[in-house]
């Protein structure tokens, strides 16, 4: 059974009922599973209760393993503590994000994984269908930027040559199936990261390098859609491309209609504060919008005067309260 994935908890709430309603657009009926980031989940379990093909993971046994297997990891690592400013050794930076790991127990022989902060925008049987070819299956331009995969070590060269480092992907999407990592695989890769391997991994991304090594030390069939393609059929998938043309709530990138958008780089808060009516603007506002209100357009927030630009810098005053600690 084929089914799509991803990880949520109440503070991307806006963001999750947004995906969730374009994947209704896009694959309707395709069954999808929510796995839980925290405990923090009353309001997404509410949301899910009125969803009969969404269902909120809660499988126990599985979110520990990999919770375990996340920590094992992080504790083979020399300087992740550095990288997260926190000695506490009961501290993981962002441990949460781990949990996507448990789509590789259940609940779908196939599945498609997306970040909640996506919105879907077309079809995605090609993706599944490739999977008939291959383990792994992305589309994404990530392989552009390995800093955000890897740290660059010397010993980087000793693990993976630069033809295999092509291959690194992003973690919002990535189409695989369940029970592609063994125990004994799980083991093996632990040991691996014991004897040298754990300098390689970029603590400040920590689910996106663990998959990626994961994947690459495995030696799994890969396929990159962004790559793969032709020049001409390729589009982007990031908010942070300007040159999309929004049409009748699509994206458009130089004809092409894309896939998915990625509202990578943007929190949650924002997206919080324009639901509860904050006249903030930011990239393809708007198409978020319509599809988190798609079922209940009337509680659509409606704007009032001029826009403020998500990434304007704080005014004077508000960045000397914030320096004195006296504003959240």
Request: proline letters at 5%; a negative charge.
């Amino acid at each position: 059974m084929n089914g799509i994935c991803t990880l949520a908890n109440d503070q991307v709430y806006h963001q999750l009922v947004a995906l969730l309603n374009s994947i209704e657009v896009f694959m309707k009926d395709i069954p999808v599973c929510v796995y839980p980031y925290d405990d923090n989940t009353s309001k997404i379990a509410a949301e899910i209760a009125k969803r009969p093909n969404v269902q909120l993971y809660s499988n126990l046994a599985s979110i520990q393993h990999w919770d375990r297997f996340s920590r094992k990891v992080w504790d083979t690592h020399p300087t992740a503590r550095r990288y997260w400013k926190n000695n506490d050794l009961n501290f993981y930076y962002r441990v949460g994000t781990h949990r996507r790991f448990c789509a590789f127990d259940a609940p779908f022989d196939r599945f498609l994984y997306l970040d909640a902060d996506t919105i879907l925008l077309n079809s995605v049987d090609f993706i599944f269908n490739q999977l008939d070819q291959q383990d792994w299956v992305v589309y994404d331009f990530q392989f552009k930027d390995l800093s955000h995969v890897y740290t660059r070590t010397s010993h980087l060269a000793q693990v993976f040559s630069d033809a295999q480092l092509t291959n690194i992907f992003c973690s919002g999407l990535y189409a695989s199936r369940q029970g592609i990592f063994s125990a004994e695989q799980q083991n093996e890769l632990i040991l691996q990261l014991e004897t040298g391997d754990a300098e390689i991994l970029y603590p400040m991304a920590p689910d996106q390098t663990i998959l990626n090594y994961m994947v690459m030390k495995s030696n799994l069939s890969t396929y990159n859609f962004g790559l793969e393609l032709p020049p001409e059929q390729r589009t982007g998938c990031c908010v942070t491309s300007p040159g999309f043309k929004v049409q009748d709530n699509l994206l458009y990138d130089r004809g092409n209609q894309l896939t998915y958008l990625h509202y990578i780089g943007l929190s949650s808060s924002l997206f919080n504060r324009v639901c509860q009516g904050e006249n903030i603007d930011f990239p393809y506002r708007d198409l978020f919008l319509h599809y988190r209100y798609l079922s209940e357009p009337e509680n659509r927030p409606m704007f009032t005067g001029q826009s403020m630009s998500y990434d304007a810098p704080a005014r004077m005053p508000e960045r000397i309260l914030k320096k004195l600690k006296l504003t959240r």
